[in-house]
């Protein structure tokens, strides 16, 4: 990780740890990222999150699962950070899916040669009101199971060709959400 992609995302980490209520628990995640124990803290974070019982934005829900990809925590805490509450009765036009989604293929995704041609997607990420789905690309193992890991992402859906991001790319994960929101012109008045 770059030296800008680390300072981008400690920004993103000092707004999640914003929305803590507390100003000890808010100074603690902020510790973690400051001594380097990011796991610990996106742990903590989530826990404080579920404890404290407030709603949380879709848009930060988003930018929680994508930290906790980034930093190989989210299988730990997806299923946490996809059952935090949400802002008012209706949840946003972000929705972040639990684990164990139901597998899909875009219609046409077809990638010859590419390294994620025989991945399996799992949607992940979907923008509700226009249908775009970004999704981890896994690799089914020889037992059946998928990588512990995504290899990459795709973004995809109605009037959109799929957009594919490596993981071994710098920023992939952050990107392919950019992707995601910039997309479709839903958030645009």
Do not use: K, N
């Amino acid at each position: 990780m770059s030296a800008q992609e680390y300072a981008a995302e400690a920004v993103v980490w000092s707004r999640l740890a914003g929305l803590l209520a507390v100003a000890g628990d808010r100074e603690e995640v902020q510790v973690c990222w400051e001594i380097g124990e990011q796991e610990a803290g996106l742990e903590l974070l989530v826990d404080r999150l579920l404890g404290q019982g407030t709603g949380v934005e879709e848009s930060a829900r988003a930018e929680l699962a994508v930290m906790a990809e980034q930093w190989g925590e989210w299988e730990w805490l997806g299923a946490r950070i996809a059952a935090l509450p949400h802002v008012g009765e209706e949840a946003g036009r972000l929705r972040v899916l639990q684990d164990g989604a139901q597998e899909t293929r875009p219609a046409g995704f077809v990638l010859p040669e590419h390294p994620l041609a025989a991945s399996v997607l799992v949607p992940w990420i979907v923008c509700a009101p226009c249908g775009r789905v970004l999704a981890r690309a896994h690799r089914r193992e020889e037992w059946g199971s998928l990588s512990f890991l995504a290899e990459g992402y795709v973004v995809f859906g109605p009037g959109l060709a799929p957009v594919v991001f490596l993981r071994e790319e710098p920023g992939a994960a952050w990107e392919a959400l950019a992707a995601l929101r910039d997309g479709c012109g839903c958030d645009r008045g």
